[in-house]
């Protein structure tokens, strides 16, 4: 019997048998497989209940609340997430990971400053958490604080080259305070590192370096671009809206403003809600001389976005075309309400001023629209014109000689100088300036018979 009593003890710890212990453990194992299942799965409810068992048998161990609390994240119960997570930091306050899934979850509920104090705890923790560096500059990106954003991507990259969100919010960064080259760099990274990672956002980040070769005016590899996003996710909307903008910045000829007509038409097909679209189809009708579909489209557009100043200019533009001019006037008026410090707005309603005879009017819209853009070329150019009806000819040869000065190589500055020069009967000066003219553009008839004129008043007969 003595010898019966001892073994018995011999297999008890903490007052249970050894094989009650490997039960007990055996249970929490098979929750926990159980559970892992489940969130494997995305059946993160039946998950819940599993770590629910397991926490009941298992409260100080706080791996336990980091896991369900992710559980709670991910159906998107913000709240019990964070206080799994809290009860992990409480229970081991050198949880790197809990401070940065906390940090995660204040960043869901737009709860910035909580974010990155989590963040900043996790950094001060493990100096080497590359996930902590970028999301913290995530959220100073979304705080406009973009020096902040680049020096926390930065050293991220430094901990983890071949981690692409630090260089999507580094290039995004660097996009916003207008270093397009280092976007580029940036967002190209970001296309070369998505193919080592499970995460397929190629599409996008195509888009993003496109937005920046934009910038940089290189249209065609925006193009190319986009083109690609297109091939990669032909669903998307988006990417044919940019890629019809690149095609109405650049330079470009009337079939590719009819690609990009082409371009709109399917982001409104694969995206009814899109209705920036009946803005940009207004401006392209404008551009290739189709002015009542311009018309009827920036009238849509109106509907639908009735502070866009825009669209009420371009409407205006559409109007002049068609010579209407009062509803012109009108048009562009609405656009200087809505953005008064817009120059081109001011020049253009300037110009129909002209047009109508309004001299007064037109040249103190010029005046304004010259002093908010003293190097619009333009806006010099049309304001000689002004003067030129007036029959101030000094005044109008001193504005043509600025448009001149801002750009050189337009025949049309040189031949409204060479006119004025007429008209003060300055025969050299506007021989001068017709020759110039024509070395430009060699079949300006125009020009051509002016110079003629020129020459015949200064006494060149046989040249004339």
């Not at 950094?123 to 902590?132: H, L, P, S």
């Not at 050189?408 to 040189?414: L, V």
């Not at 000066?429 to 024509?438: H, Y």
């Amino acid at each position: 019997m003595e010898g019966q009593k001892q073994q018995t003890e011999q297999i008890k710890v903490n007052g249970k048998t050894i094989l009650q212990i490997n039960q007990h453990d055996t249970m929490i194992e098979q929750a926990r497989e159980l559970a892992e299942k489940y969130i494997e799965d995305e059946d993160y409810n039946a998950a819940i209940k599993e770590y629910d068992k397991i926490i009941q048998a298992e409260r100080d161990k706080p791996e336990n609340y980091l896991r369900r609390g992710e559980c709670y994240f991910f159906i998107k119960d913000y709240d019990n997430a964070i206080i799994n997570y809290t009860q992990a930091i409480e229970l081991d306050l050198q949880f790197s990971a809990a401070y940065c899934f906390r940090g995660e979850v204040y960043y869901k509920k737009d709860d910035y400053e909580k974010a990155i104090t989590d963040y900043s705890k996790a950094i001060t923790i493990d100096k080497n958490n590359a996930e902590a560096y970028r999301w913290r500059g995530e959220i100073y990106f979304y705080q406009d604080k973009f020096d902040e954003a680049i020096k926390d991507c930065t050293t991220a990259i430094s901990l983890a080259p071949e981690f692409p969100f630090a260089y999507r919010w580094r290039g995004r960064s660097y996009y916003e305070i207008d270093e397009m080259e280092k976007a580029v760099d940036d967002f190209t990274n970001e296309i070369i590192y998505y193919s080592l990672t499970p995460f397929n956002y190629t599409d996008e980040a195509l888009q993003r370096r496109a937005d920046a070769y934009l910038s940089l005016r290189k249209y065609d590899l925006a193009i190319k671009d986009l083109s690609e996003a297109i091939r990669i996710n032909p669903a998307g909307a988006s990417y044919y809206y940019s890629r019809a903008i690149v095609y109405i910045s650049k330079d470009s000829q009337e079939y590719e403003y009819k690609l990009a007509i082409e371009d709109l038409n399917k982001a409104l097909e694969l995206d009814s809600d899109y209705t920036l679209v009946y803005k940009r189809r207004g401006q392209l009708y404008n551009y290739i001389g189709e002015y009542d579909k311009a018309i009827h489209e920036l009238n849509t557009a109106a509907k639908h976005f009735p502070d866009d100043p825009y669209i009420f200019f371009f409407r205006g533009c559409a109007m002049a075309n068609k010579e209407d001019y009062k509803k012109a006037e009108k048009d562009f008026s609405k656009a200087i309400q809505l953005a008064p410090e817009e120059p081109a707005f001011i020049r253009e309603r300037a110009k129909i001023y002209g047009m109508e005879g309004d001299i007064n009017n037109a040249l103190r819209d010029f005046d304004k629209a010259i002093s908010l853009n003293p190097d619009d070329p333009e806006s010099w150019e049309f304001r000689g014109l002004t003067y030129f009806k007036a029959e101030d000819f000094d005044k109008a040869i001193s504005d043509l000689t600025k448009a001149i000065n801002l750009d050189k190589d337009n025949p049309d500055f040189y031949e409204s100088r060479g006119e004025a020069y007429l008209e003060k009967e300055d025969w050299r000066s506007a021989i001068s300036n017709f020759e110039k003219t024509l070395s430009i553009d060699p079949e300006n008839v125009d020009s051509i018979y002016l110079l003629g004129i020129a020459y015949h008043c200064n006494g060149e007969y046989d040249k004339a």
